[in-house]
């Protein structure tokens, strides 16, 4: 249902607000370059720091901008069962083509609890759900035989795996087989990814170049091998620059300096330090991103 490259774009802050004119214009420049989905209040979102109020706005101004022209994938995950259910229904009436849900962080759930949050989100919403697992951030991994339970479950249609491990998304596919979309939680993984059956990435990268994530995806999928792998090598010291420090300081700060927002960010995140940015700069002019 949901394949390609989808963006997991950045919340544009001005003054302490969020810039909501800024997003929109985001927002068209990546419909405009060829992003395959766009997925508000993810983990680049920043959705950690948005208030409730913040939160739906942010998922209700995407929906009305993108009009039906790509699928839109609501962040709505949470580690409290019932604020994901509440958010998720929100994204819903919002209009939204699916939600994306992260691990419960901070409890640390066994398996069968993993399941049972799951189980309890897809039964209160009506709604095509991706499950995120991401343990190097929610401190908790859901292993393949819970995610092929899961995919027993009609409304769930697909996993943004970021565990790190092709195996562990190897394993997935093998289990899973058609009954999920295998989705890339790491950008510069997405290649090896999709070379063990997944279909596409849900992509900080994109933020700044749209257009050649989107082509590193399709080339693949159309039997375009050695293509797609010169454009993995060419992207890939930017995969490394976009994660020197705690994402998405580095992409908030790229898509700065290209003039695209302001590249403000919220406590506890900070700007970028300046090691950090004498590379990511570097890494930007010397792919002609910025002068």
């Known amino acids: 249902m949901?394949?390609?490259?989808?963006?997991?774009?950045?919340?544009?802050?001005?003054?302490?607000?969020?810039?909501?004119?800024?997003l929109a214009e985001l927002i068209e420049w990546h419909i405009a370059k060829g992003t395959n989905g766009i997925v508000p209040c993810g983990t680049t979102g920043e959705s950690a720091t948005l208030s409730h109020g913040e939160h739906n706005r942010v998922i209700e101004l995407t929906v009305e901008v993108v009009n039906r022209r790509v699928p839109v994938i609501a962040g709505t995950g949470s580690n409290s069962t019932e604020e994901a259910i509440a958010l998720t229904k929100h994204a819903k009436q919002a209009g939204v083509d699916?939600?994306?849900?992260?691990?419960?962080?901070?409890?640390?759930?066994?398996?069968?609890?993993?399941?049972?949050?799951?189980?309890?989100?897809?039964?209160?919403?009506?709604?095509?759900?991706?499950?995120?697992?991401?343990?190097?951030?929610?401190?908790?991994?859901?292993?393949?035989?819970?995610i092929a339970r899961l995919s027993a479950v009609q409304s769930i249609v697909g996993v943004k795996e970021g565990s790190g491990s092709i195996q562990q998304a190897s394993d997935v596919v093998q289990l899973c087989g058609d009954r999920l979309t295998v989705l890339s939680g790491d950008d510069s993984l997405t290649l090896p990814m999709m070379a063990v059956g997944g279909k596409g990435v849900i992509s900080t990268t994109a933020n700044i170049v749209p257009s050649e994530m989107a082509e590193l995806v399709k080339t693949f999928s159309s039997g375009k091998i050695a293509e797609s792998r010169g454009i993995h090598?060419?992207?890939?010291?930017?995969?490394?620059?976009?994660?020197?420090?705690?994402?998405?300081?580095?992409?908030?700060?790229?898509?700065g300096m290209m003039g695209r927002i302001d590249p403000e960010l919220r406590l506890p995140l900070c700007p970028i330090g300046n090691d950090a940015r004498e590379k990511l700069t570097e890494v930007l002019k010397a792919m002609d991103l910025i002068e």
């Open 98 to 146: 699916g939600a994306l849900l992260i691990t419960p962080y901070y409890n640390k759930p066994t398996q069968e609890g993993l399941y049972r949050h799951y189980k309890a989100v897809a039964e209160a919403v009506d709604l095509p759900l991706v499950l995120y697992n991401i343990p190097g951030r929610t401190g908790v991994n859901m292993l393949p035989p819970t």
């Open 233 to 255: 090598f060419a992207l890939s010291p930017l995969f490394t620059a976009l994660f020197l420090e705690t994402n998405p300081i580095p992409v908030k700060t790229a898509l």
């Open 2 to 22: 949901f394949t390609g490259s989808l963006v997991a774009i950045v919340t544009p802050f001005r003054n302490g607000q969020v810039d909501e004119r800024a």
